[in-house]
Structure formats: structure tokens, C-alpha cells
């Protein structure tokens, strides 16, 4: 029977797959580590419902049903990584009183202590990054004419293999 095969198998020795660095040949070690997500449900429900009433439309329609299931079934958007080079997080923590705070500058002061604070060591991860962008260019928080010209959009070209990973989690 299959489960009598399965036993077999599992009897066997585990053999996990190493991790190699290409440029040096040594190990490399997955760990977990701390990330930043973003609630996405907050996003995704009013999006799934724009899809079920017909206020957006996906072309070719074959897509509709995978991307209204994942905007359903919203899980939270990781947006940082550990990285050296990209967008730094802006988030700064009080070495002092354990404050952390989120804010535009460069660089901070305590708002409880008023002593220096360390920046958060991660980058905003590419694909979040790269939703920002526009923004970005387009004069964001002001109500720029552009911004408010080109936002929100009524169109988005993309290639298919994007639209369900992609597309319903942007």
C-alpha cells in the first residue's frame, strides 16, 4: 500500500539539500530573522470586492477568479529584507529608553528621551520599493496635478505569470 511505502521512505536518512555561496563554495545558513509586513487585508478585501462587482476588471478574464481568491485570502506582505543596498526601512530605535519611531528623516532624535536613535539595519524589499515609485516621482503626499492625473490608474500592463503573485498583492 502507499502508506507502507511512505513508511519505507521515511525510515531512510534525511538529506537536505545544502545551501552553497557561488562566489566563495562555504555554507550558507538560513536563519530566522525579524521583517517588516504590511496588513494587507485592510488592502486587498475592498479590491476583492471592486472585483466581484465588475468596478475592476482583469483582461483576460481567466485571471479574475485566482486574483479575487488571493485578494480573499490575503496573507500580511512582508516589505523588508536584509539587504546592503536599496531603500532603507524608516524606522529608527532608542538604544536609550527602547523607543522605536517611524519618520522621514535621515536620521532622529528620542521623542521620549531625546537621545540619538539607530536606524533600522534592513531595506524596503524590491517589489514594494517599486510600488512607491510613482509616488515618489509624482510629488506624494502633495496633491500634485500629475499625481492626481495618473492616480488612481485605470490600466495596468503586466505579463500573466505576474498577475496572481504580483498584481492582486500590490
Do not use: N
Not at 478574464?61 to 488571493?70: K, L, M, P
Not at 500580511?76 to 543596498?85: E, P
Request: with cysteine; hydrophobic share 30%; charged share 25%.
Amino acid at each position: 500500500t502507499s502508506s507502507a511505502r511512505r513508511s519505507k521512505r521515511s525510515a531512510a536518512p534525511c538529506r537536505r539539500r545544502r545551501t552553497v555561496c557561488r562566489r566563495c563554495g562555504s555554507e550558507v545558513t538560513k536563519r530566522i530573522a525579524a521583517q517588516w509586513f504590511l496588513r494587507s487585508r485592510e488592502f486587498a478585501e475592498p479590491a476583492a470586492e471592486a472585483l466581484r462587482s465588475g468596478d475592476l476588471r482583469i483582461i483576460p478574464e481567466q485571471y479574475t477568479a485566482r486574483c479575487t481568491e488571493r485578494l480573499t485570502d490575503a496573507r500580511d506582505q512582508r516589505i523588508s529584507r536584509h539587504a546592503q543596498q536599496g531603500i532603507p526601512v524608516p524606522a529608527f530605535y532608542c538604544e536609550a529608553c527602547g523607543k522605536m519611531t517611524v519618520t522621514e528623516s535621515e536620521s532622529a532624535l528620542c521623542p521620549e528621551c531625546g537621545q540619538p536613535m539607530q536606524p533600522d539595519p534592513d531595506t524596503l524589499e524590491t517589489g514594494f520599493a517599486a510600488s512607491l515609485l510613482p509616488f515618489a516621482l509624482l510629488g506624494y503626499p502633495e496633491r500634485t496635478d500629475d499625481l492626481q492625473y495618473y492616480y488612481p490608474a485605470d490600466t495596468l500592463v503586466t505579463g500573466y505569470d505576474l498577475v496572481t503573485p504580483w498584481v492582486s498583492g500590490m
